[in-house]
């Protein structure tokens, strides 16, 4: 009896279940802007995933439960004719929202698929309503006008998706096989575009706290397109010719930094509201106005609701079209309203203001190490290995608002590259083809003699020991503001580029290794077991015992990754703190580089839908300053002799170490070391 009462509920309640949750996933996917783009809410991206694949399955679910529901029947009822009033609502939680297109880029791919989605389940919404349709006059006109909505949102779900394809952008793509015919700086060759950007750079450009100013509309309008343009370019791996990439360089160098950090970061937010959100399509002239009349449309079908008499209809059913109705209309105004709602959190405010976050991922080795030793609650929870590990890697990721910081020394490293090491073509190759820093040099060269994703780690855990090396100061001594801030800044990187090692291999470098960090890690936990009963459950006292144990272990023990950072940081301990400070933070500032301009355009793109990277930013403002990004080396013209018959400069884009290869300012820093 129990079983034949819960099946008769479920009869009667299924449908009006199906179309509310609709209509709440459908309200949750309008958070999804601001949860992809915000870090600090970045545990409910599964909310926002969950939401988006389940969104479209259960509001067709329900347009099928519909449709056989009413196909049962045998003869037209007022029962039930009011469900036929929630047909067109359905059809505009398929239809989604302006904020999210695609929750992945692969899903931009999918636009076809679309097509075929709308026209099937238009056609069924349509045929549902003509055949079962009987009531008044102003419930018709209500119901119509939200089918006008619902088709239009609908029809530009595919058409967002098409446009945000990576096909259709490359289609974008103005190109001109007549570049050299017009114009002094058109025809330019490698030469050229050097002096010319090193005359640009070594100009005594007056750093002001404005950005360039322009004094016509027109020309600030026709700036933004080119710096879109330039950029979304970059990220589907299109080369910019030498006199696009100079006039880049010039607006970017009238910049101060603060004003070139909020270009890097609206560059990221336009670019992610192309890819991601139906900015592409409805800032197209016919976009803009198709959206117009959907706010007005919506105000009258609700009115047209409200004026009808719904006498004789089940309760239920009318009070579940009023909530249907008005929480479409609300939707259409609730972003203006979230708009003043979220200006007074900090966090919030970057995204209104067009920028992008300043978060930088943050992981450590040590204190990954410190966890395995006394996991946490979480980890404790957790019944299998594999699924502790996952959470120790992946669930305890910091997040640090340095990202303004970092730009600020990669936008100096390169002026400086500029100015001192660049004096042409040749310097030009050397300078970005830089192998991180000298291998051949000096007494800490041979720790760049590895593979890249080897050398993060030699360097990431000499970081980390060289920052808690037991170093008492002479009485009255502190370390200065200067060196404190250096010793942030690279840890800070340093961090940063083992969670890409770690979480984002493929950005890190092609052929990175995951596996290495495990090694390290075991390595670690095979020396701590030498250690004596002393609590080793922060990173400094871990940092310590490492330092402690290599150095009584034999030379006869393995452990190779943990020696030769343990080497490492005894030769960097035995500079000043200054000096040390400074070599560590140049050090990853030309890795960091390194890892920026041999990263695809694509991966970059693709990182965006995750809550972007700030690697993605370093490689943008490469590519502003006039360097080269991977497109740009696979596109560049390479003369076969340069005038004395030698190759012009190597040209070695691999893991090879050759002196000639890499950053000349660092080469005098080991020297002076």
């Not at 129990?2 to 199906?18: H, K, M, P, T, V």
């Not at 005594?204 to 404005?210: G, L, N, R």
């Not at 020309?219 to 791996?237: Q, V």
């Amino acid at each position: 009896m129990g079983i034949s009462s819960a099946l008769e509920w479920w009869d009667e309640w299924q449908l009006r279940i199906l179309v509310l949750s609709s209509l709440f996933v459908y309200y949750i996917l309008n958070f999804s802007f601001t949860v992809r783009r915000l870090p600090e809410l970045r545990r409910l991206k599964v909310v926002i995933w969950i939401a988006y694949i389940g969104s479209d399955a259960l509001a067709i679910y329900a347009l099928a439960t519909l449709f056989n529901r009413h196909k049962e029947q045998t003869t037209t009822t007022t029962s039930r004719a009011l469900e036929v009033m929630w047909v067109p609502v359905l059809l505009i939680h398929l239809g989604g929202h302006q904020t999210i297109s695609a929750y992945s880029l692969e899903d931009n791919e999918l636009w076809k698929r679309h097509v075929i989605t709308f026209v099937s389940q238009v056609t069924v919404a349509l045929y549902v309503f003509c055949k079962w349709w009987s009531g008044e006059k102003r419930l018709l006109q209500a119901a119509v006008l939200l089918f006008v909505i619902g088709i239009l949102k609908f029809s530009q779900k595919p058409w967002a998706l098409k446009t945000a394809c990576f096909n259709s952008m490359l289609d974008s793509v103005c190109v001109d096989l007549n570049q050299g015919t017009r114009g002094e700086e058109q025809d330019l060759s490698l030469e050229k575009y050097v002096s010319k950007a090193k005359e640009c750079v070594l100009e005594d450009m007056k750093e002001t706290a404005q950005a360039e100013k322009l004094s016509d509309i027109t020309e600030i309008i026709n700036r933004e397109r080119s710096i879109t343009d330039y950029t979304k370019n970059m990220f589907i791996d299109m080369s910019a010719p030498y006199p696009v990439r100079l006039s880049e360089l010039r607006s970017f160098m009238q910049l101060d930094e603060d004003n070139a950090h909020n270009r890097l970061q609206h560059c990221l937010a336009i670019i992610f509201g192309l890819l991601y959100s139906r900015m592409g399509s409805a800032m197209t002239p016919l976009g803009i106005l198709l959206s117009i009349p959907i706010p007005s449309i919506t105000i009258a079908s609700v009115v047209l609701l409200a004026k009808s008499s719904m006498d004789g209809y089940p309760k239920n059913d009318v009070r579940v079209t009023y909530i249907l109705y008005w929480g479409n209309a609300i939707m259409e105004f609730l972003p203006l309203f979230l708009t003043y709602l979220y200006l007074p959190f900090k966090c919030c405010r970057s995204m209104f203001s067009g920028r992008w976050h300043d978060m930088v991922s943050q992981c450590s080795l040590m204190s990954f190490s410190a966890r395995e030793r006394k996991p946490t609650i979480l980890m404790k929870l957790a019944i299998f290995s594999s699924l502790r590990e996952y959470l120790n890697m992946h669930w305890y990721i910091k997040q640090e608002p340095e990202a303004r910081q970092i730009t600020g020394l990669v936008r100096q490293h390169v002026k400086d590259g500029w100015k001192q090491d660049i004096k042409d073509a040749d310097g030009y190759m050397r300078f970005n083809n830089m192998n991180r820093f000298d291998t051949q040099l000096g007494h800490l060269g041979w720790s760049s003699s590895v593979p890249f994703d080897h050398s993060v780690l030699l360097w990431h855990m000499a970081t980390d020991l060289c920052f808690y090396y037991p170093v008492e100061f002479p009485q009255g001594e502190e370390e200065e503001e200067d060196t404190r801030q250096r010793s942030r800044s690279s840890r800070v990187i340093s961090n940063y580029m083992l969670y890409l090692l770690s979480a984002r291999p493929e950005m890190l470098m092609a052929g990175t290794r995951l596996g290495l960090f495990t090694v390290v890690s075991n390595e670690i936990k095979d020396i701590l077991n030498h250690s004596g009963e002393a609590p080793l459950d922060t990173e400094k006292s871990l940092a310590q015992e490492i330092i402690r144990v290599v150095k009584t272990l034999p030379d006869t023990t393995t452990y190779s990754l943990t020696r030769d950072a343990c080497r490492l940081a005894e030769a960097l301990m035995k500079l000043d703190g200054d000096e040390r400070w400074m070599v560590i933070q140049r050090v990853w500032v030309e890795m960091l580089c390194y890892s920026a301009a041999r990263c695809r355009g694509y991966l970059h793109a693709k990182s965006l839908g995750d809550g972007g990277e700030c690697l993605t930013s370093i490689w943008i403002l490469w590519s502003f300053m006039g360097m080269e990004t991977l497109a740009d080396k696979l596109q560049r013209p390479q003369p076969s002799q340069a005038q004395d018959g030698a190759p012009l400069a190597s040209r070695s884009h691999g893991r090879g170490h050759s002196s000639e290869n890499f950053s000349p300012a660092l080469k005098r820093l080991f020297a002076e070391v």
